[in-house]
């Protein structure tokens, strides 16, 4: 198979495959990511429900530090220490101003609180919490602040003239949080409260997630925890879900499918090549075959020749017959010699023999030959040569282009009875022209009359017989000897115009 040919092959069985691939792996991963979806929507629909469950954790144990802080709080120590989710109890003015605990008659413990946090700064930042009309913008909340190993908490209320806060015990704040969340063991899966430190705080599943891996979906915890997140970690194999039986069977049609395409491209590969083959056998044997003809075909033609000069002149109808013999004898020994020389290029190009020659002498010698065809036609060739002069040529060459241009002449422009080859030299360069007067060739049909098997299918080749490589050989062999053989645009009849370059 020819490069060319192949390249086309390998191209029509590539792209549809390349596609074919592409589409059953878009089909795969467009269905994972729907089901990856899917799954996060239900892994946060599970978290969203945690979420719940945490706020209103905080929000039961917000309700009970403001009814403790709207309590009498004459006695704030004492209803510190009453209070397991309370630490330290503080009382202040909204322009800021602390009343309770003051540093000078602190305990130790509320020394403590001082070096946490400063109260002073505290109490002035919750002041300015006011709207436009100088009314509290909300009347209880938390604040948070780092200190020690982790967040610590202050929840105050308010009202016109006085703030009310207390540090909130964080254990007891957070084991209250803890004991309301699940404990409801994941399958294949585990929910994890993580600090701001992606340490886990409270976590509940079977799974044990690397220490490295990602959870699947987080969600940010309610406040006062906003810094912490709820995170669901997935083992592996259930983040990336296996195809479904209906994406299995869709991807085995396609790749069946293009195993097909695959099965038959190779089958037009072999069959191709098998046909090359076949086709170089035969081409191979007409070659024998017309190489055996040759030898016995000479021999009919030399015989004949020679009969017919013992032939007295009496005897038309015998000079005749052996005319009609020689004639058709180098009619077809043209044809054998067309077959041999198409075949030899068709294997790499003929080589050329060139000797010292007149072209004048060679266009004669093929006119003589063609004489009785031509006679019998009733055509009176003319020959207006001035290449008389010799030139290194390759005389077969010649003969050969020559004897194929006027064997077009006899079998499609017989008709017009008029024939004419003119010869030219130039320095190292011969032009011959052959000139008819038949019906010519139509244009649709100038493009195409050199390439090989390409017969006319109108009237102009009615009744003519060949093998529609004449013209391709004689261009061919023109090219090969450094020129060239043109159709030249002509109002009447055929004109072929054949350059050769003499050889060094």
């Given at each position: ?390 030139m290194r040529i390759d005389r077969d060459v010649l003969e050969q282009i020559l004897s194929n241009l006027v064997s077009n002449v006899l079998k499609y ?92």
């Amino acid at each position: 198979m020819k490069p060319q040919l192949a390249a086309i092959l390998l191209f029509l069985v590539c792209l549809p495959l390349g596609l074919l691939v592409w589409l059953g792996e878009e089909r795969t991963r467009g269905e994972q990511e729907r089901a990856r979806a899917s799954l996060e929507g239900l892994l946060e629909d599970r978290l969203l429900e945690v979420y719940e469950t945490l706020s209103g954790s905080v929000r039961m144990v917000e309700n009970h530090l403001t009814k403790v802080l709207q309590a009498n709080l004459s006695t704030p120590r004492a209803q510190a220490r009453i209070e397991p989710m309370i630490r330290h109890m503080i009382q202040g003015t909204t322009a800021g101003d602390l009343v309770f605990p003051l540093r000078e008659a602190a305990t130790d413990a509320e020394e403590a609180l001082y070096r946490r946090l400063d109260l002073s700064a505290a109490l002035k930042q919750l002041g300015r919490s006011t709207g436009e009309q100088g009314e509290a913008s909300s009347d209880r909340g938390w604040h948070t602040w780092y200190h020690g190993h982790g967040r610590n908490f202050l929840y105050w209320w308010r009202n016109r003239q006085e703030i009310r806060a207390c540090e909130v015990n964080r254990m007891a704040f957070l084991s209250h949080l803890i004991a309301a969340l699940p404990t409801d063991a994941l399958e294949n899966g585990r929910i994890a409260l993580l600090d701001e430190s992606a340490q886990p705080i409270y976590q509940w599943g079977s799974f044990e997630p690397a220490p490295a891996m990602l959870p699947v979906v987080t969600r940010q915890a309610p406040a006062p925890l906003d810094s912490w997140r709820l995170a669901y970690f997935l083992a592996p194999d259930l983040v990336s879900p296996s195809r479904s039986n209906q994406a299995t069977i869709f991807t085995a049609m396609l790749y069946g499918l293009a195993a097909c395409i695959l099965l038959l491209g190779g089958y037009f590969y072999w069959a191709n090549a098998r046909e090359l083959r076949e086709a170089s056998q035969r081409v191979s044997f007409v070659n024998q075959v017309s190489h055996e003809l040759k030898t016995p075909l000479t021999n009919i033609r030399m015989y004949a020749e020679l009969a017919e000069s013992k032939i007295t002149p009496e005897d038309d109808d015998a000079r005749a017959c052996l005319d009609v013999v020689v004639a058709e004898s180098g009619r077809l020994s043209r044809l054998i010699q067309n077959v041999l020389t198409f075949a030899t290029q068709q294997r790499g190009g003929a080589k050329l023999h060139p000797t010292s020659v007149s072209p004048d002498d060679v266009i004669r010698g093929v006119l003589e030959s063609f004489g009785p065809a031509l006679e019998q036609a009733s055509m009176i060739p003319s020959h207006q040569g001035d290449s008389t002069a010799t030139m290194r040529i390759d005389r077969d060459v010649l003969e050969q282009i020559l004897s194929n241009l006027v064997s077009n002449v006899l079998k499609y422009a017989s008709e017009g009875a008029f024939l004419r080859i003119t010869s030219t030299q130039a320095a190292n360069r011969l032009t011959v022209t052959v000139i008819d007067q038949g019906p010519g060739i139509p244009s649709r049909w100038r493009s195409r009359i050199f390439a090989p098997f390409v017969r006319m299918s109108d009237r102009i080749t009615e009744g003519a017989a060949g093998t529609g490589i004449g013209l391709t050989i004689a261009r061919d062999l023109a090219r090969a000897h450094g020129g060239d053989l043109v159709l030249e645009e002509t109002d009447k009849g055929a004109t072929f115009t054949l350059t050769l370059t003499a050889c060094s």
